[in-house]
């Protein structure tokens, strides 16, 4: 079992700074680490506590990130053969909500004088958009086509 030990700069918080650092971050934020109203609630450990999960979540972002990656750019080729185009996102049925993202997508590329070239559009886009491409409102009643509503 692996035990998680708190950062090493957790170690160094006293619990003055302990309270003002919980109380920039809130106190109802922080309940799920142990935080209460008890005046004996032991504010340092709360905050490694929430320092272990910072960790936890670094550690996981390289997996994610590749998982993010893998999954847009598979979709994106999948899209593009059946669809016939790489620009299947600007096609009649994709939903005002995921239209607006491809948009702001476009917009950022060219604020930072990059092409709007699908590849780029596609490498912009946000894991939640790729994540809302399977949503209901995606799936076809009974046709290849994706439904309109």
Not at 6 to 30: F, K, M, N, Q, Y
Not at 75 to 94: I, N
Not at 115 to 124: F, K, L, R, T
């Amino acid at each position: 079992m692996t035990v998680f030990k708190s950062p090493e700069w957790a170690s160094r918080i006293d619990v003055g700074t302990a309270g003002r650092v919980i109380d920039a971050i809130s106190r109802p934020r922080l309940s799920s680490y142990g935080m209460n109203a008890d005046p004996s609630c032991d504010l340092v450990a709360v905050l490694a506590r929430h320092a272990r999960n910072i960790v936890v979540c670094e550690a996981m972002y390289p997996s994610l990130h590749l998982l993010e990656v893998v999954v847009r750019n598979r979709l994106h080729d999948a899209f593009s053969v059946h669809y016939g185009t790489t620009e299947w996102f600007r096609m009649p049925w994709m939903h005002a909500r995921e239209s607006a993202l491809i948009d702001r997508a476009v917009q950022e590329l060219r604020r930072r004088r990059k092409p709007p070239s699908p590849d780029n559009i596609v490498a912009e886009l946000t894991f939640g958009f790729w994540c809302s491409m399977f949503d209901r409102r995606y799936e076809p009643p009974h046709t290849n086509e994706p439904c309109r509503r």
